[in-house]
């Protein structure tokens, strides 16, 4: 089988089912595992053209591209009909993210034979599981798609049975965004949930959304987890001065006692394998006296104070 993955997390997937010898084309985002950056690109984001890596600006090019009617993606047609794909798994949750489906339906219209299409739209844990198990069901792979949704289930009870033994629940932002500022949706606070803390400012299943800075400071977060999406933790860092330089920002009880953090955001925007890690990572930030980060974990996230 020779398949394109035209987003990260069904790459994430398609490697965590074994099927990386079978990718033959992926998008410009798709990076893990490092091995994929050999497979050719078929996807290139026009907003990583238009905009330098500067919230404000990538904000106003996504806006700029919307009002033109432009698809914010762009896909290679002729490399796909040389490629000849015969599963391309695309998706239907975040046009900001990657290609949707629509769009990508459109251009595979052009190819001879049209591959078949799994599009992924999963906004909650559960549901994520579930794609792990429609793409093994889609490339034969069901015994390992099993297999590696009890690995991650395991992980998942594990958190669950340790956060049971406090009863404290500190309030998380999870900040998605950093100009305009933006509370994390779908499955974000459900994994703040599952790793011991609350999250007022986002909806489970629900889109991320903008949030207004005086709503910040009347929720008074004690934890603060920023996670602009699809920054490494040094884009973070530059840009941290949106949040710092705002007024009662040292007020806030997060900042007061020094729980603000930068995270690698892949864990957490993927819609894959590492949601599991990225909430290992959570319960390790909210609650420190339950969890320690694992080696590899340590290195994923980094104080923003």
Same mark, same amino acid.
């Given at each position: 089988?020779?398949?394109?993955?035209?987003?990260?997390?069904?790459?994430?997937?398609?490697?965590?089912? /074994?099927?990386?010898?079978? %990718?033959?084309?992926?998008?410009? @985002?798709?990076?893990?595992?490092?091995?994929?950056?050999? &497979?050719?690109?078929?996807?290139?984001? #026009?907003?990583?053209?238009?905009?330098?890596?500067?919230?404000?600006?990538?904000?106003?090019?996504?806006?700029? !591209?919307?009002?033109?009617?432009?698809?914010?993606?762009?896909? @290679?047609?002729?490399? %796909?009909?040389?490629?000849?794909?015969?599963?391309?798994?695309?998706?239907?949750?975040?046009?900001?993210?990657?290609?949707?489906?629509?769009?990508?339906?459109?251009?595979?219209?052009?190819?001879?034979?049209?591959?078949?299409?799994?599009?992924?739209?999963?906004?909650?844990?559960?549901?994520?599981?579930?794609?792990?198990?429609?793409?093994?069901?889609?490339? /034969?792979?069901?015994?390992?798609?099993?297999?590696?949704? #009890?690995?991650?289930?395991?992980?998942?009870?594990?958190?669950?049975?340790?956060?049971?033994?406090?009863?404290?629940?500190?309030?998380? $932002?999870?900040?998605? $965004?950093?100009?305009?500022?933006?509370?994390?949706?779908? *499955?974000?606070?459900?994994?703040?949930? !599952?790793?011991?803390?609350?999250?007022?400012?986002?909806?489970?299943?629900?889109?991320? #959304? *903008?949030? @207004?800075?005086?709503?910040?400071?009347?929720?008074?977060?004690?934890?603060?987890?920023?996670?602009?999406?699809?920054?490494?933790?040094?884009?973070?860092?530059?840009?941290? *001065?949106?949040?710092?330089?705002?007024?009662? $920002?040292?007020?806030?009880?997060?900042?007061?006692?020094?729980?603000?953090?930068?995270? +690698?955001?892949?864990?957490?925007? #993927?819609?894959?394998?590492? %949601?599991?890690?990225?909430? +290992?990572?959570?319960?390790?930030?909210?609650?420190? @006296?339950?969890?320690?980060?694992?080696?590899?974990? &340590?290195?994923?996230?980094?104080? !923003?104070?």
């Amino acid at each position: 089988m020779r398949i394109c993955s035209l987003l990260p997390s069904g790459t994430e997937i398609l490697y965590g089912l /074994g099927l990386g010898r079978s %990718l033959v084309g992926r998008s410009d @985002d798709c990076d893990y595992p490092a091995q994929v950056k050999r &497979k050719p690109q078929v996807v290139t984001s #026009r907003v990583a053209r238009l905009a330098p890596q500067d919230s404000q600006k990538i904000h106003e090019a996504v806006l700029q !591209l919307r009002r033109q009617r432009k698809h914010q993606f762009t896909l @290679d047609i002729p490399a %796909l009909k040389k490629l000849k794909p015969d599963l391309v798994v695309t998706q239907n949750i975040c046009a900001v993210c990657a290609a949707s489906h629509p769009e990508v339906e459109a251009a595979m219209r052009e190819l001879a034979p049209i591959p078949h299409m799994v599009s992924l739209s999963a906004t909650k844990l559960r549901g994520v599981l579930e794609e792990i198990r429609l793409l093994g069901a889609a490339t /034969g792979r069901q015994t390992q798609a099993q297999k590696l949704i #009890r690995q991650l289930e395991h992980r998942i009870s594990r958190i669950q049975t340790k956060v049971q033994k406090t009863k404290t629940r500190p309030r998380v $932002w999870c900040c998605e $965004w950093l100009e305009p500022l933006m509370a994390a949706g779908h *499955w974000l606070p459900e994994l703040v949930a !599952l790793a011991g803390g609350q999250d007022r400012l986002g909806f489970p299943g629900d889109e991320s #959304r *903008w949030l @207004d800075w005086q709503e910040v400071r009347r929720y008074d977060p004690q934890v603060i987890i920023v996670m602009p999406c699809s920054y490494s933790i040094p884009q973070t860092v530059r840009e941290r *001065w949106r949040l710092t330089r705002r007024p009662g $920002w040292k007020e806030l009880s997060a900042v007061r006692n020094s729980r603000v953090f930068a995270v +690698e955001t892949s864990f957490f925007h #993927r819609a894959g394998p590492r %949601l599991v890690d990225g909430l +290992e990572l959570l319960a390790a930030l909210i609650h420190p @006296d339950l969890f320690s980060a694992a080696p590899l974990l &340590k290195k994923r996230f980094r104080p !923003l104070l």
